[in-house]
């Protein structure tokens, strides 16, 4: 008898997810009092576990590279003799390296010799070479269809372990299935580029959950949310203030909650562990926007710590500005070029723009743009009196280093006969110290490993308080005196101090963005690696004219072109990034291309059409004539859907 298996059936398919963005609000807390009202414990040990697993997944992939090799190298054996050749010069390189450091440090020279450096770099040349030849060589086996069953088999082994970890950690320590879907969105392009190296620490870490909605609840938007319409959250208003309204602006209300929500999840054998933290709701999400995932983020703000709730919500017709007009093109070139008025950050160039009276929130205090062409310039008092400021409170950390350094090595010359081996071993080579961290491991180290007759060293080290007068409502009034108390009240200072002068600078970069948003919906910018500049600029900036190169790498760090491109990005309606090579050099005019030093040059004139034009509006026009050739800024992907094996409480 034949049986009949019922056949399965086919799940509907998924909806296709909206824009999603992300909405970020700080904990409210201290380092003393803790920032977790409950689940201190099992954050860090949700911590743990992503750490573990994201460790066990590099190793995997470590592994499946070396498999891949194996099956590689046995079917193409000339593949094994370039990569001999290939780890023979990069460690002769290596061994070059390590001896004109090590000449250097003997020397107290900062850089090498003119024939060690040429001699380093011939020898670079030959290892970059060998390094291409064998990665075309890799490419061309990887693409060779007779091994594909090999590596397909190869890396679903690899697969398999990656979830046989997670299964191990979700048994023995209760690992939820959001902290595996973080991990796994986090390593989503291991298998490309270099391989994954091991994490000892992880100071900055998320842990969180998918949100559910109620039974009853049609959507999970911000409204629904606050009054407890979530099935996996408890929230609570503890204090509402409203705000704005003045001069005809837009109100807004300003919450102080307390939200609990489970940092685990239902498995047998273990409880529901639940965190409870204080945020300061300033703004919530947009309506008719749903919230389907919250995150407790900890990031490292300088010495300090900070925690940070993060809101991932989706709405389907996206988030459009509500003062977007329907034309109007503008161009802006970034830069940061330093003028007599201060330091010129953006240049733009519009068309069509928009005469439309367009509603848009007036709780940003905007400058009038009435023309398709102009600058925005930082004032020099402004980042005098910001920016200046930081680099003050670090001299004054250089100079407290600088004190320490010199009294213990007279400490150490003079104490020879009871210095440990260990301490003589690690301030072997403090003359050559730059960083503060180095004096402040050697202090931790020393508190472990104390010794007879290190009494007043450690404690000039280590720092103490004193008292000095008493306060106006009767308390002492304590300084610290020493070296690493006064070096980290100086950090947590400057800190403090850099992110006052950062907020100020993005208020005015969405001021200017706002402004220009009213007048034109689309927004051109140079596909720019800010990154990659920098970089190239610090290693190929030339010694003769240091002054200037601290003044331009002083000024970049102030202008913040990067940051100012994300900002214009999130602020318009339609944003496009298209070639911004050459855009300085070409004439905007009749597109004669024309070297110059453009430095030295800010206002140009052309050879071909005599046109004068200041380089940074020309770069400006060339923008906008690109209009239509690059690619469109998108949205945030849809967050990682949580793994289905088990359900969140």
């Known amino acids: 008898m034949e049986l009949h298996r019922k056949k399965k059936q086919k799940r509907p398919p998924k909806k296709k997810a909206g824009p999603t963005k992300r909405f970020v609000y700080k904990v409210h807390g201290s380092l003393a009092h803790g920032f977790l009202l409950e689940g201190a414990e099992e954050f860090e040990n949700q911590v743990a576990c992503q750490l573990e697993l994201q460790n066990a997944v590099g190793n995997n992939e470590r592994h499946r590279r070396s498999l891949c090799m194996e099956v590689l190298r046995e079917r193409y054996p000339n593949l094994a003799h370039l990569e001999c050749e290939k780890d023979r010069l990069d460690a002769e390189v290596d061994a070059l390296r390590d001896a004109a450091k090590a000449r250097n440090a003997q020397a107290r020279r900062k850089r090498a010799t003119p024939e060690e450096s040429a001699a380093i770099r011939a020898k670079a040349a030959e290892a970059k070479a060998a390094r291409e030849a064998f990665q075309a060589a890799k490419e061309a086996a990887y693409a060779d269809p007779a091994v594909k069953d090999d590596l397909k088999a190869v890396n679903e082994h690899a697969d398999w372990l990656d979830f046989r970890k997670y299964n191990h950690l979700k048994r023995t320590r209760n690992m939820s ?75 807004y209300t300003k919450r102080f909650c307390e939200i609990r929500f489970p940092l685990t999840s239902r498995n047998r054998g273990y409880p529901i562990v639940y965190c409870k933290v204080r945020v300061h709701i300033h703004r919530l999400p947009p309506r008719g926007s749903a919230i389907k995932q919250l995150h407790l983020h900890r990031a490292k703000r300088g010495p300090s710590v900070r925690y940070e709730l993060h809101l991932s919500v989706e709405k389907k017709d996206g988030f459009a500005k509500p003062d977007v007009p ?49 600058s925005l310039v930082l004032p020099q008092a402004e980042v005098d009196r910001r920016w200046r400021y930081v680099e003050e409170i670090q001299s004054r950390r250089d100079n407290l280093f600088n004190e320490a350094r010199a009294r213990l090595a007279e400490w150490l010359g003079a104490n020879a006969s009871i210095v440990p081996a260990w301490l003589a071993e690690r301030t072997r080579y403090m003359a050559q110290w730059k960083a503060s961290r180095n004096m402040e491991e050697l202090v931790v180290v020393w508190g472990v490993r104390r010794f007879a007759g290190d009494e007043s060293m450690y404690r000039y080290l280590h720092g103490y308080e004193v008292q000095r007068g008493v306060r106006p409502d009767g308390r002492p009034r304590m300084l610290f005196e020493g070296w690493m108390l006064q070096d980290r009240h100086l950090a947590l200072q400057m800190e403090g101090q850099r992110q006052r002068a950062n907020r100020w600078r993005d208020y005015v970069y969405r001021r200017f963005a706002i402004a220009l948003r009213r007048r034109y919906r689309k927004v051109i910018l140079a596909n720019t690696n800010w990154a990659r500049l920098a970089r190239n600029e610090e290693k190929d900036k030339p010694e003769d004219n240091k002054s200037a190169n601290e003044t331009s790498r002083w000024n970049r760090r102030v202008a913040a072109p990067g940051r100012f491109s994300k900002i214009l990005g999130e602020m318009f309606g339609e944003a496009e990034k298209v070639e911004g090579k050459n855009i300085t050099q070409t004439c905007s005019e009749c597109l004669h291309r024309d070297a110059f030093d453009a430095k030295a040059e800010v206002v140009r004139t052309c050879h071909r059409c005599e046109a004068v034009a200041d380089q940074d509006a020309r770069a400006a026009r060339n923008l906008l004539a690109k209009e239509g050739t690059g690619t469109l800024l998108g949205v945030e992907p849809a967050p990682a859907p949580e793994p289905e094996e088990e359900e969140a409480v």
């Open 177 to 251: 299935a959001h902290s595996r879907a973080i991990v796994m969105a986090d390593t989503r392009g291991r298998r490309a580029g270099r391989p994954p190296k091991p994490k000892t620490e992880e100071v900055e870490c998320r842990v969180g959950l998918q949100i559910k909605r109620a039974r009853l609840a049609p959507l999970l938007t911000p409204e629904v949310f606050l009054a407890g319409g979530a099935r996996d959250c408890q929230v609570t208003v503890l204090s509402e203030n409203t705000v704005g309204g003045s001069n005809g602006g837009v109100t």
């Open 326 to 374: 329907d034309t109007g093109v503008v161009a802006i070139n970034l830069g940061w070029r330093q003028t007599e008025d201060g330091i010129r950050v953006a240049t733009w160039h519009a068309k069509g723009a928009s005469t439309a009276e367009v509603a848009g929130p007036a709780y940003y205090p905007l400058q009038q743009v009435e023309t398709d062409s102009g």
